[in-house]
């Protein structure tokens, strides 16, 4: 059963680079029937997302985000990460990671557990 | 691209909840809804606008009608009672979106 662990440091400071990995057990990063995505939730509110990647490399991303963000995946540790630069307090949010595609066509059909992070000095 | 949702829905228990989600690109993008509870990672409820996963209860429907896609939940449970949002992808199916969310209130 394939199972998703998002994984990095909870507090960020405003202008640093805020680095999250997501690690894929019970299953390849290295498929051609799905793709891996980053979606975030500011407290209290909906879902933003945030782009995703496959594993050949090919990306894509949130317009309002394309200029601060880097989604790449790590085939040897079945890992993908996500890296968000000169993060502000509205950065602030739980970040999950998920697998996209399969039978589902373009949906999320499958969802870490979701790691908070804080942007505060 | 947005999608638009209501921002909340109530139902008695045993009634039906429709959730609409608006958008420009739905006539050519498949529409997904997931369910989040409080604390909980969103989980799929249906797919390709109309598909429901293994393990959803069959009260749980979408529809498509153009613009506007519809989950419908019959006989509304207790335990119904969460955020759901719509997801899709713009006209070129090249960005994700989601929309705003709603919740869902079993009264």
């Known amino acids: 059963q394939v199972q998703l662990e998002e994984s990095g440091p909870g507090l960020v400071k405003p202008s640093e680079t805020l680095s999250l990995t997501c690690t894929v057990s019970?299953?390849?990063?290295?498929?051609?029937?799905?793709?891996w995505s980053w979606v975030r939730q500011p407290p209290g509110k909906g879902l933003e997302w945030i782009g995703y990647?496959?594993?050949?490399?090919?990306?894509s991303y949130n317009p309002s985000l394309k200029s601060r963000v880097t989604i790449s995946v790590d085939t040897s540790k079945n890992q993908f990460s996500l890296r968000l630069r000169s993060v502000i307090a509205a950065d602030t949010a739980v970040y999950y990671c998920?697998?996209?595609?399969?039978?589902?066509?373009?949906?999320?059909?499958?969802w870490g557990q979701g790691t908070l992070v804080t942007v505060s000095s | 691209y947005e999608l638009t949702q209501p921002p909340s829905v109530s139902v008695s228990p045993g009634q039906t909840a429709r959730i609409t989600c608006s958008g420009d690109?739905?006539?050519?993008?498949?529409a997904y809804w997931y369910q989040q509870k409080p604390g909980q990672a969103p989980v799929m409820v249906i797919y390709?606008?109309?598909e429901r996963p293994s393990g959803i209860p069959e009260r749980f429907s979408g529809s498509n009608s153009g613009t506007t896609v519809t989950l419908t939940i019959s006989g509304v449970q207790a335990e119904d009672e969460a955020d759901y949002y719509c997801?899709?992808?713009?006209?070129?199916?090249?960005?994700?979106?989601f929309g705003g969310g709603t919740k869902l209130t079993v009264l």
């Open positions: 998920a697998r996209v595609g399969g039978e589902f066509r373009d949906g999320y059909n499958l």
């Open positions: 019970g299953g390849s990063v290295s498929t051609d029937n799905h793709y």
């Open positions: 990647i496959f594993y050949g490399g090919s990306t």
């Open positions: 690109a739905l006539p050519n993008q498949y």
């Open positions: 390709k606008d109309s």
């Open positions: 997801q899709s992808a713009d006209t070129s199916g090249t960005y994700g979106v």
